[in-house]
């Protein structure tokens, strides 16, 4: 499919995926795919299109059509929807919603496919999602299935709104993830599943730095990039 190198990082919310994928994309200078913010701007696309998030045909277009800019920032992927910055926007309750509702569509998954795959550019890619490994890259020379008990997710993202200032319920925000589990993991299109291939990474009990450290020797073991050790970032935040 391409001769450029490609790591993918798939597994469900609250794994740590995008802290790996940022953090590994500017270690190795390679570009990063954020699938899900690209699946949350076709929702907010909708939104400004007044197309319903059932209405495949309409978000599909919308899909094939999209003028967004994607840039790497410190912590998180911006973006620009014709012009406009819905960073903020996209990443709400209401743009998780969206991004679920079109991702189900199997023409807005088709109408994405070739634009993931223009992502795949020299040096290498980082690409974090549900379906990297499965249905986007599969060929790529790495893929890691990252996960981590839901009680261990749901905790990291109690702390993460809590220091957002957010007032949460941290049994609410389980049953939360618990039901975004089942729906992601059964749904007939691209359900999230480990690809065959795949190195699944438990985050449960790992910090940030661990796992980083853990898939850049496998990055090294496999030629992708040199040997890290002695040249990792000075962190010990938890996974997320
Ligand atoms: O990764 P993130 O939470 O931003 O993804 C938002 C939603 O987009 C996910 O809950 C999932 O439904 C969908 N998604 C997907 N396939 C991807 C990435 C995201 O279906 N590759």
């Not at 023409?107 to 020299?122: C, D, G």
């Not at 020379?141 to 957010?166: C, D, H, M, N, V």
């Not at 291939?197 to 990055?219: H, I």
Request: proline share 4%.
């Amino acid at each position: 499919m391409t001769s450029t190198p490609v790591v993918c990082i798939d597994g469900p919310s609250g794994a740590g995926k995008g802290t790996l994928a940022m953090r590994l994309a500017k270690h190795c200078q390679w570009h990063l795919l954020d699938s899900g913010a690209l699946y949350r701007v076709v929702g907010k696309a909708c939104l400004n299109a007044d197309v319903a998030w059932t209405n495949e045909e309409g978000a599909a277009a919308i899909a094939r059509t999209l003028n967004a800019e994607f840039v790497v920032g410190d912590r998180e992927v911006h973006v620009w929807l014709d012009g406009v910055d819905v960073t903020a926007e996209i990443r709400s309750e209401l743009g998780s919603k969206g991004a679920s509702a079109v991702a189900v569509l199997p023409r807005v998954r088709e109408a994405l496919l070739a634009r993931q795959r223009e992502w795949a550019r020299f040096p290498g890619l980082i690409a974090d999602g549900r379906d990297m490994g499965t249905q986007v890259f599969p060929d790529a020379p790495l893929k890691i299935f990252l996960t981590a008990s839901a009680e261990a997710r749901a905790e990291r993202r109690y702390s993460q709104l809590l220091e957002k200032g957010e007032s949460v319920s941290l049994p609410r925000l389980l049953d939360s993830i618990r039901d975004r589990d089942a729906r992601d993991s059964s749904r007939s299109i691209s359900p999230l599943v480990a690809a065959e291939d795949a190195v699944t990474l438990d985050s449960t009990t790992l910090t940030a730095e661990q796992v980083f450290s853990q898939v850049t020797d496998l990055m090294a073991s496999r030629g992708l990039v040199g040997r890290t050790s002695g040249d990792r970032p000075d962190t010990s935040d938890s996974a997320n």
